[in-house]
């Protein structure tokens, strides 16, 4: 394995790659708790404490006073009346679509999902359609063509996208099922859950909805700055989860120190607003510098930057050689929701200081 881009620092900012500091813009740490000191400390307390794990899945004497905390401070953070947590947010597609399987009979999926959402949908083993990328005119086809009269659906899709950055049109998506009662909306809201939406809840609270068949899991280990997946919902609906997805019940729970990290993160950005502000703040720098620079981009809060590719640019020979001037950035080929021909990357993170998005700004000057 190659060392080339080893990082030996906690994951932040500024970080130390290949034996040298850098200015860090990829990732997904939007909200910089990742080396939080009371995070980090949450975590030495725990495993000192009550060593790594329960050693037996959730239930029973699985259970854990950390369990609980951390799903109370969940529950405060996402306003929820209640809430699932499980090892991974990549999980978050399979426990809904296996947890809702008796509340709808066909999966319709945006054909640009995560990996995680076509895994979790064929998990389901019900029949499953792709529409075309963010477009509900595709998905109202999709349904006339193979909705069967009283058929359900479960419209799957990214919140935040996470390499495009952009957000699901989920008020659409609701317009259009709503000529199906007793469809379902589920979003994986990794990118989105921390970072967006005016208590920073994610894409729903981005939309304004909070319609109880609009579901979406996050992932505790991006803006948040701990680890796990998170699915908040009614009482009813976890209760059903718990029930019906077998994902839950046959895999082991949270290591116990992540649970105490996480536990301390979400406290910390629910009482702590001024992150958001000042990621909000990072991103519209970012979007404004490259904008007047000539790229194409919205005007949205998504501290996910994509730069798509142009006619006459190599996107690989500007990555590196913002490397060599101490920046890292990504360039995408291949994952899941990256345009074509391949895109810039850009992580913005609510702890960039002023003088690193010039930094970031004047390489793309001098380099772009």
């Not at 499980?86 to 999902?113: C, H, K, T, V, W």
Request: proline fraction near 7%; hydrophobic fraction near 40%.
């Amino acid at each position: 394995m190659s060392l080339d881009f080893s990082m030996d620092t906690p994951s932040g900012p500024r970080v130390t790659i290949a034996g040298r500091e850098r200015d860090y813009f990829s990732g997904t740490g939007y909200l910089g708790l990742h080396n939080h000191p009371a995070v980090q400390q949450a975590a030495v307390d725990a495993i000192r404490r009550y060593g790594m794990a329960t050693g037996t899945s959730r239930g029973g004497y699985g259970e854990h006073i950390l369990y609980a905390e951390l799903e109370a401070e969940a529950r405060a953070f996402f306003a929820a009346e209640a809430v699932l947590y499980f090892p991974s947010g990549y999980m978050n597609a399979l426990l809904l679509a296996q947890g809702l399987r008796e509340r709808y009979e066909r999966i319709f999926i945006d054909d640009a999902a995560h990996f995680s959402l076509c895994d979790g949908a064929r998990a389901a083993t019900k029949p499953i359609h792709a529409f075309a990328h963010l477009d509900a005119q595709s998905l109202a086809e999709a349904l006339r063509r193979e909705m069967q009269p009283g058929e359900r659906a479960l419209l799957l899709s990214d919140g935040v996208f996470p390499i495009s950055g952009e957000i699901a049109p989920v008020p659409e998506y609701r317009a259009v099922l709503a000529d199906y009662p007793g469809s379902w909306i589920a979003l994986d809201d990794a990118h989105g859950a921390g970072a967006i939406g005016p208590n920073g809840r994610g894409t729903l609270d981005y939309h304004g909805i909070t319609a109880p068949d609009c579901l979406a899991g996050a992932t505790l280990s991006k803006a948040l700055g701990g680890y796990g997946g998170i699915i908040p919902a009614s009482v009813a609906v976890i209760d059903e989860l718990q029930r019906n997805a077998r994902v839950y019940v046959g895999a082991s729970p949270p290591p116990l120190p992540a649970a105490a990290a996480s536990r301390t993160a979400l406290a910390l950005a629910r009482a702590q607003p001024e992150l958001r502000a000042r990621l909000a703040d990072n991103v519209r720098r970012v979007r404004d510098g490259l904008r007047a620079q000539g790229w194409d981009l919205a005007d949205s809060p998504v501290p996910v930057v994509c730069l798509r590719a142009r006619p006459g640019l190599d996107l690989g020979k500007i990555k590196a050689a913002l490397f060599e001037r101490d920046i890292c950035i990504a360039h995408v080929t291949t994952y899941s929701s990256t345009p074509p021909g391949g895109a810039l990357r850009i992580a913005v993170f609510a702890t960039h200081a002023p003088e690193q998005i010039e930094r970031l700004l004047d390489g793309f000057r001098k380099v772009g």
